[in-house]
């Protein structure tokens, strides 16, 4: 199917985001076992625990809006993934390999960000408010564990540090 409408641009977008978020629960796990720091490891699991709720609250986009979502791979986040993962692959357990998960998992976060904010402004477009509502609910959480990550990464380097 040609987009060719707003409406298409956004069934295209939620549908990109949908297999992002799927995606993401089969990442975050591998992520939380490779990391060292319980407070990181605890963050990733939190936030599976989040992505499994915003998947929720796409279905009720879809059911709000009576949208069918596309078959399709996201695959901005297939490559987000496949990087974190090298790491995993590459780096020794530890403090570096924390470092490196936490960088990962903002990339992941920022790209969820944008996503987000972009169906956001096509879905007032389209006036479909509860719409509005759900995706605002997810992206503030998005917001949220960036936050929570940029947060760890200070006090891991802190903490880094005066053992130097």
């Known amino acids: 199917m040609t987009t060719k409408t707003l409406k ?3 069934i295209h977008s939620l549908s990109d985001i949908y297999s ?25 699991e939190m936030h599976l625990e989040e992505t499994r709720g915003q998947i929720e609250r796409i279905d009720r986009v879809v059911e709000a809006t009576g949208i069918k979502l596309k078959r399709i791979k996201c695959v901005a986040m297939e490559g987000l ?6 790491q995993i692959d590459e780096i020794e357990k530890g403090p570096l390999l924390d470092t490196a998960l936490i960088a990962a998992a903002q ?16 879905a007032k477009q389209l006036g479909e408010t509860e719409s509005v509502k759900l995706l605002a609910d997810t992206l503030e959480e998005e917001k949220a564990t960036d936050q929570k990550l940029s947060l760890i990464a200070e006090e891991k380097l802190a903490a880094e540090s005066l053992r130097q």
């Open 8 to 10: 298409d641009l956004f």
């Open 20 to 44: 992002a978020e799927k995606q993401m629960t089969k990442s975050l796990p591998k992520m939380a076992r490779a990391s060292t720091n319980p407070g990181l490891r605890s963050a990733f």
């Open 81 to 86: 993934n496949e990087e974190g993962q090298e």
């Open 107 to 122: 990339k992941v976060e920022h790209y969820e960000i944008a996503a987000y904010g972009s169906l956001i402004a096509l």
